[in-house]
Structures are given as C-alpha cells and as structure tokens.
C-alpha cells in the first residue's frame, strides 16, 4: 500500500494568515494526489483534485502544488469556515490511502 | 444537486452482519464506480471496497476480504456493502463516495451511517 504523511499534524492560525500543509507519499502516485477537508460531524470535501484543480465551488484562496512524491496545499488568506481538518488523499492505486491529516484551528 | 444518503448502520453484536444502503439522486448513477470508505477517530479515514459502474469488478481493503461484499443495483441508483463476522474494529462511519473517471477524485460523499460493534 501506499504510505501518505502529512505535515504538521496541527497548527493554530488567525483569520486572514497564509497557511501550507505539506504531504508525502511513499512511492510516485503520478500527480493523483487530492484534498480534502472536513468539519466535525460532515463528510469530507473535495477541495482540490490532480495536485493543482480546483473543484467547482472551492474558492481561489485554496491552491495545490507539488510532483512526484511530494505536495503542498496552501490557504493564501485563511477564513472563519476553513477552520477544519484536512487530508490528502492518493488515488493512484487501490487501495486508496489518505494522509493522518491535519488540524487547521483558531489562534 | 447530487445527493449520496447511507443507511443501515446500527449497533451489532460481535460476528455479526449489517447490509449497509447508499442511495443515490442527481447524478447518472450506472455510469459511475462507486467507492465504501470508513472512519474512526484512531484509524482516520480507511478505504473499504470499489465497485466498477456495471458491477462486475469489485475490489477490497485486503482486511476485508471475505467479510465485506460490494454490490449495486443501477435499477435503483443503489450501492450496498454486505458487512459480515464484524469485529470490535469495524466500529466505524461508513461512508459512500463517487468516482466519476478512473483514478479521480472521491467528489461527492455522502453523509455517512455508523456501525457499533458491541456485545
């Protein structure tokens, strides 16, 4: 199976900071590489899919980067509703793997 | 506006069984492969099973090989997972997801059903 991490596990930021979260995958997944994220008691949301597409509806504050093995998902100017967990997840090969995620709270 | 619903989840005893619904609306649903995820707080987000959009080619997580079955019937716009011999550790949210192409992304989900495993 592929091993996804992700970094850090948590982070604490204010409204309106810019905010990077990293993630590794074990082996190349070829840019199938998505996040997602997700609200205590929701299901998770894709925010973007391939590395750098930005699903339908997702605002353009949110951008995905990244090749290979390794990717970044950045929050350019953090909102109240992105307060949230998020995950990336590789779609590569079966079965699908997703990072331990990451924990975005309020400062 | 697509719309995922799961139900069947419930509070089972150990080796148990649950046939877990997902019913589908908004979208073509014969022509999309369908995907069970689960989710427990120690675990996070786990990969269960696929299944192709005409049925005949189903995948799954290899600790659940041979206790979980994947099916669908497309006459109903309906997605099950059979979950049998349940253990402590299938306590989870199960959750139902699309996928659209191959190898795309998992965009919509639905909102989950929870199965307890309990004596």
């Known amino acids: 199976d592929i091993q996804m991490t992700q970094s850090p596990s948590s982070l604490s930021a204010s409204v309106g900071d810019r905010v990077t979260i990293t993630c590794r995958a074990s082996q190349n997944i070829n840019n199938y590489l998505n996040w997602y994220h997700q609200k205590p008691g929701k299901a998770p949301k894709l925010l973007i899919y391939d590395v750098f597409n930005l699903q339908s509806g997702v605002p353009s504050r949110f951008s995905g980067s990244g090749s290979g093995t390794d990717f970044t998902l950045t929050i350019t100017s953090l909102q109240p509703e992105d307060f949230a967990t998020y995950y990336c997840?590789?779609?590569?090969?079966?079965?699908?793997?997703f990072g331990p995620g990451t924990k975005v709270d309020i400062k | 506006q697509v719309h995922l619903v799961e139900s069947g989840g419930g509070v089972v005893q150990p080796g148990g069984s649950l046939r877990l619904s997902c019913a589908a609306s908004g979208l073509t649903f014969s022509s999309i492969a369908m995907h069970w995820f689960r989710q427990t707080p120690g675990k996070g987000l786990e990969w269960v099973a696929v299944i192709s959009s005409d049925g005949n080619r189903k995948y799954y997580t290899d600790s659940m090989k041979g206790r979980f079955s994947i099916s669908r019937d497309n006459s109903k716009n309906t997605l099950y997972l059979e979950v049998n011999s349940l253990r402590s550790d299938d306590t989870a949210l199960y959750y139902c997801?699309?996928?659209?192409?191959?190898?795309?992304?998992?965009?919509?989900w639905g909102q989950g059903t929870l199965v307890t495993v309990s004596s």
């Open positions: 997840q590789q779609s590569h090969i079966i079965p699908r793997t």
């Open positions: 997801a699309t996928e659209r192409a191959p190898r795309a992304a998992n965009d919509y």
